[in-house]
């Protein structure tokens, strides 16, 4: 398994529902990039994901329904779309 970024993921167990969900994967060239990950025995625990993508190389949306983030330690995908990701990120801070 692999990582992404100097913050962390989390995800609570949950029913995955396909209209919203979003799917990401996070792939990273060595171990040494990872920090943490965590996925306790417990079910309704969270499991975390914690490392290093490194210097952003490259960043953009492909096809119109995929951000894809390039670091120099790996790369971090997720199923968004261009309009929802600049809905989300004009949202006025709470």
């Known amino acids: ?8 993921i989390r995800m609570s167990k949950n029913k995955i529902n396909k209209k919203y969900s979003h ?20 079910d309704d625990a969270s499991i975390m ?3 290093f993508l490194g210097d ?8 119109g329904v995929m951000l894809e983030i390039n670091g120099e330690n790996g790369t ?5 779309t261009e309009e929802e990701l600049l809905r989300i990120l004009r949202r006025k801070p709470k």
């Open 23 to 42: 799917i990401f994967s996070i792939e990273l060239t060595s171990r040494d990039s990872v920090k943490r990950l965590i996925i306790p025995t417990e």
């Open 49 to 51: 994901i914690e490392g």
């Open 56 to 63: 952003i190389e490259d960043a953009g949306i492909i096809e």
């Open 1 to 8: 398994m692999s990582l992404v970024g100097s913050s962390s």
């Open 76 to 80: 971090l995908k997720m199923d968004i």
